[in-house]
C-alpha cells in the first residue's frame, strides 16, 4: 500500500491550494478516503472524508465550505481544493484510508502553510 501526496506549498492568506494523494497497492475505488491534518503542537485532526464512490463527504467544520474534497477513481487519486486559506490551516496534510484486515495506512504528508 502505498500513498503519495503532493501539492502542498506556501500560500498567502486568501489563496487556494490543490492537494493531490496517488494511491496503490489495493482496490481504490472500493474504499473510504480521508485528508487529515496535524499543526505544530496539535493533534492530528480529520479534514475531510469521502465514500468509495465520490458521492458522501464529510468535512470538519472549520473547513465546511472552504474545503472540497474529491476522488478519481480511474486514475486512483483523491483531491483536496482549498479556497479562501487562513494562517490556521497550516498544517502537515496527510491522505488516509483503512483497509478491512489490514488497518490504518497513511502517506508521507505535504507541508501548507499559509502566511503573508
Known amino acids: 500500500v502505498q500513498l503519495v501526496e503532493s501539492g502542498g506549498g506556501l500560500v498567502q492568506p486568501g489563496g487556494s491550494l490543490r492537494l493531490s494523494c496517488a494511491a496503490s497497492?489495493?482496490?481504490?475505488?472500493?474504499?473510504?478516503m480521508s485528508w487529515y491534518r496535524q499543526a505544530p503542537g496539535k493533534e492530528r485532526e480529520l479534514v475531510a472524508r469521502?465514500?468509495?464512490?465520490?458521492?458522501?463527504?464529510h468535512y470538519a467544520d472549520s473547513v465546511k465550505g472552504r474545503f472540497t474534497i474529491s476522488r478519481d477513481n480511474a486514475k486512483n487519486t483523491v483531491y483536496l481544493q482549498m479556497n479562501s486559506l487562513k494562517p490556521e490551516d497550516t498544517a502537515l496534510y496527510y491522505c488516509?484510508?483503512?483497509?478491512?484486515?489490514?488497518?490504518?495506512?497513511w502517506g508521507q504528508g505535504t507541508q501548507v502553510t499559509v502566511s503573508s
Open positions: 488516509n484510508t483503512y483497509l478491512l484486515g489490514s488497518g490504518r495506512f
Open positions: 497497492g489495493f482496490t481504490f475505488s472500493s474504499v473510504v
Open positions: 469521502i465514500n468509495s464512490i465520490g458521492d458522501s463527504t
